[in-house]
């Protein structure tokens, strides 16, 4: 019933987006005689521009009948928003998304609002994941918060230094900005060495990730995608060691 309410509501505006490439398998659900079957399907969805109309409307959710988890029972008030291309490509799946949100949409501009937050979502989803699977933030077993917000603060930084490498990697300038503008001179001999066998001081910021990256295990083969944070991250932690092998190597030949 919330999805057909939605469905119906008339736009408050629109506006034209960029819809990203995407590559990637995902669980389609369908009835066949009578029984929901799961079935995995690729998308190769091409970027492209997208008209999208965005609408919203106060609504009320009911307790569930059946108790679940921890809620009481009186109403809340709520407002549903939905985004949604009216007008898709040939072949193509409409986009489309509907919200829920305790933050009142009266307007254009409030609903659009409610919708730039959401778009904040899988960013805070990879930065979640730098922490507990990049970081293990859930491992330390400490017992006590003075103990643990200390580690939890310093492996936060770190989750969003991963994420910020997976990011320098796919900025629109990746390809024409100077490495060394973002990384020390050193990391970047030590890594050239390793990949071409001679420094290249004038590497660009995309040929820094890709080497890092491919250090890390990435095959950069032509149907491979982006460079991930995690082996981003890989590649890190073993050009680490050989910043700290050649800084020992200097530092011996120094003493003899």
């Keep these: 019933m919330l999805h057909d309410l939605a469905r119906s509501l008339p736009s408050l505006g629109q506006w034209t987006m ?19 079957k799961s079935q995995t399907v690729s998308v190769n969805r091409k970027s492209r521009e997208a008209v999208v109309h965005v609408s919203a409307s106060r609504v009320t959710l009911l307790a569930p009948r059946r108790r679940r988890g921890h809620h009481g029972q009186s109403p809340l008030p709520m407002w549903v928003v939905r985004v949604w291309e009216q007008h898709p490509p040939e072949g193509a799946e409409p986009l489309e998304w509907i919200l829920l949100t305790n933050h009142p949409c009266l307007d254009f501009e409030s609903a659009h609002r409610v919708k730039s937050w959401y778009e904040c979502r899988w960013i805070i989803e990879e930065y979640h994941k730098g922490q507990k699977t990049g970081c293990g933030i859930e491992k330390p077993q400490f017992t006590s918060s003075d103990r643990l917000h200390p580690m939890i603060a310093i492996l936060s930084v770190v989750a969003l230094s991963l994420l910020n490498l997976r990011e320098l990697s796919r900025r629109d300038d990746a390809k ?3 490495a060394a503008r973002l990384f020390c001179v050193e990391y970047i001999q030590v890594l050239s ?17 890709l080497a890092l990256a491919r250090l890390g295990g990435h095959m950069n083969r032509k149907h491979d995608s982006h460079p991930g944070w995690l082996v981003l991250w890989k590649g890190w932690t073993k050009l680490q060691a050989m910043i700290d092998g050649a800084r020992t190597q200097e530092a011996t030949q120094k003493c003899a």
Excluded: E, M
């Excluded at 669980?27 to 929901?36: P, S, Y």
């Excluded at 060495?193 to 990730?209: M, Q, S």
């Design 193 to 209: 060495i390793w990949r071409h066998g001679t420094a290249k001081p004038n590497w660009t910021l995309y040929d820094f990730c």
């Design 18 to 36: 960029k819809v990203a490439a995407l590559k990637q398998k995902k669980t389609v659900r369908k009835t066949v005689d009578g029984k929901r």
């Design 176 to 178: 024409s900005r100077i």
